[in-house]
């Protein structure tokens, strides 16, 4: 039985489910899962992330993470978790550009967050077996504080979506058509699970709400206020609330229907990141502005990087600057990536001081 012909059992057993569901269903089934079965990254993949474009992006997080730990007052040990790793290639170059700091190096206890056993294999190959995994962050033990990073993980937290109709609020459902495939519907009008906002007259337009994501930050931020640390979160997304559908479906870097191919295409939605921020400030964790991903590499320096390297490799110059414009440029990743920084009382981490 493939997933799909699960889904439609389910559905002829329960009824239509939620998108939320759905997307749980289609990226972590166990037996057909995306994450569980073929998760693929990279040019010959369904999707490239920032530390696949260039090293200078994981070695910038590894200096951001090295003065961040300093401006903790360098405390050892200390735990250093990557949720969501992919290939371990930002984490690799993380760990390379820290060795300018044998002390953070040798203080952090390094854990990879992850459920994929096929992407805990490519970890594993990636950087080998000294490093400890974990299925969830409450795996990862407490009572040591923390530095965490989370690249494109807010992105595959299911959502659930409304649309404005005649009558108010209807919830977006999964069911099937009359020939029995899966299809688009609206369930029960019923008051939103979310307060008045602005624009919601207009009819047919649509709100997400990921309670995973908001959940997701709570969880970080509670560690963070026990124990002591910072979490950076990168990720696509809005930086103030919106209205708008986002979710797509992405199978061999080309979008699909998100109905077409249960289990075979990563879902994906864009990072709620006000909900995100409003989860972790309830908590009492300190949450400095959000950047854009270019405003947050440039203050870290990416452009002394990308000069540096081009220096040392004249024949590999405009690939590099190639790179740099695409982690940074407003028109490509620049932009619509966006960086959130969640930490505990005490100090203020490097790129989110206040800035004129």
């Not at 559908?245 to 979008?255: E, F, I, N, P, V």
């Not at 870290?300 to 990308?306: D, E, F, K, P, V």
Request: negative net charge; charged residues 20%.
């Amino acid at each position: 039985m493939s997933l799909r012909e699960r889904l439609a059992a389910q559905i002829r057993a329960s009824g239509p489910m939620s998108l939320a569901q759905y997307m749980t269903a289609c990226l972590h089934d166990p037996d057909f899962g995306y994450y569980a079965t073929r998760p693929a990254l990279g040019e010959g993949g369904d999707f490239i992330t920032a530390p696949l474009v260039s090293q200078m992006f994981g070695e910038l997080i590894g200096l951001w993470a090295v003065e961040t730990w300093s401006r903790m007052g360098r405390p050892a040990p200390f735990r250093l978790v990557e949720m969501g790793p992919g290939d371990g290639t930002l984490m690799g170059d993380l760990l390379r550009a820290a060795r300018l700091s044998p002390a953070f190096t040798e203080a952090a206890d390094v854990w990879l967050v992850e459920t994929s056993l096929p992407l805990r294999d490519r970890q594993r190959r990636a950087l080998g077996d000294h490093l400890a995994w974990a299925g969830a962050l409450a795996e990862v033990p407490a009572e040591a504080p923390m530095i965490l990073i989370a690249n494109e993980l807010l992105d595959c937290l299911p959502v659930r979506q409304f649309v404005r109709t005649e009558k108010g609020w209807a919830e977006r459902m999964v069911g099937l058509d009359a020939a029995g495939a899966l299809a688009f519907g609206l369930g029960q009008v019923f008051p939103p699970p979310f307060p008045a906002v602005t624009g919601a007259e207009m009819l047919g337009a649509v709100l997400e709400t990921s309670p995973a994501q908001a959940a997701l930050s709570d969880e970080i931020a509670a560690r963070l206020l026990a124990d002591g640390g910072a979490a950076l979160l990168i990720d696509y997304g809005r930086a103030v609330p919106g209205f708008g559908d986002t979710l797509q479906a992405l199978r061999g870097h080309r979008k699909e229907g998100p109905l077409e191919s249960p289990g075979e295409a990563d879902l994906t939605v864009h990072a709620d990141f006000p909900a995100v921020m409003a989860a972790a400030a309830a908590q009492g964790a300190q949450t400095p502005q959000i950047l854009t991903q270019g405003e947050f590499l440039v203050r870290l320096g990416i452009g002394a990087r990308a000069e540096a390297l081009a220096a040392a490799r004249p024949d590999l110059s405009d690939t590099i600057g190639r790179q740099l414009e695409r982690l940074v440029a407003p028109d490509q990743m620049g932009e619509l990536f966006k960086v959130a920084c969640l930490h505990s009382p005490g100090f203020v981490p490097p790129a989110f001081e206040t800035y004129p």
